[in-house]
């Protein structure tokens, strides 16, 4: 595997992309994300990884653009999971279900280019497709929610609640 390509952030707030020796702008970065060019952004003078932050600007240049991806009330719901016990599970469920939906979407597309070309009922084809995916966000749910109640099981023992009555146990 080839190392990453580094990208230096100044104190100036200018990227600066070592690999092709200028400045570049944070649409050129989503442009290495969607080309699955692998970078690491670097702050100049501390060398500390801000390559998530960046993303992050990214992500909120886009979501300004007019067709946002988040709506106000995910944006609440991933909020209010920070500094919860929950925090990191929430992220793996978020991370997984985006990377089923991904594989799901390409396995989706090959599939509908390959049928529409030979489908006689092209309708009926297409809600076979999406009947087969329903045990598969079935079971990311049963995952979640398993996952979610065990970690309510340790925040009661730990706080000395009784799980049968929901009373504080002496």
């Known amino acids: 595997m080839t190392e990453p390509r ?16 200028r400045y570049i702008t944070l649409e ?4 290495l994300v969607l080309n699955h060019i692998d970078f690491r952004v670097e702050d100049k003078r501390t060398q500390e990884d801000i390559t998530r932050s ?3 600007q990214v992500i909120a240049e886009q979501e ?5 991806i988040f709506t106000t009330e995910l944006l609440q719901f991933i909020i209010r999971y920070y500094g919860d016990p929950m925090q990191k599970s ?10 089923i939906f991904q594989e799901q979407q390409h396995h989706f597309t090959e599939q509908l280019r390959d049928l529409l070309g030979q489908a006689q009922q092209p309708l009926q084809t297409l ?9 598969i966000w079935r079971s ?13 099981r340790s925040i ?6 009784d799980e049968q009555d929901g009373n504080p146990t002496s």
Not at 6 to 21: A, E
Not at 28 to 31: G, K, L, N
């Open 6 to 21: 580094i990208i230096k952030k100044y104190p100036n707030r200018r990227l600066y992309d070592t690999h092709i020796s």
């Open 28 to 31: 050129e970065i989503r442009q």
């Open 54 to 56: 960046i993303l992050l």
């Open 64 to 68: 300004e653009g007019g067709n946002p």
């Open 90 to 99: 929430i992220g793996r469920y978020l991370e997984l279900s985006a990377r």
């Open 127 to 135: 809600k076979e497709l999406a009947d087969r995916q329903v045990p």
């Open 140 to 152: 990311i749910r049963a995952e979640f929610l398993r996952n979610l109640s065990s970690t309510a």
């Open 156 to 161: 009661k023992r730990r706080a000395g609640i």
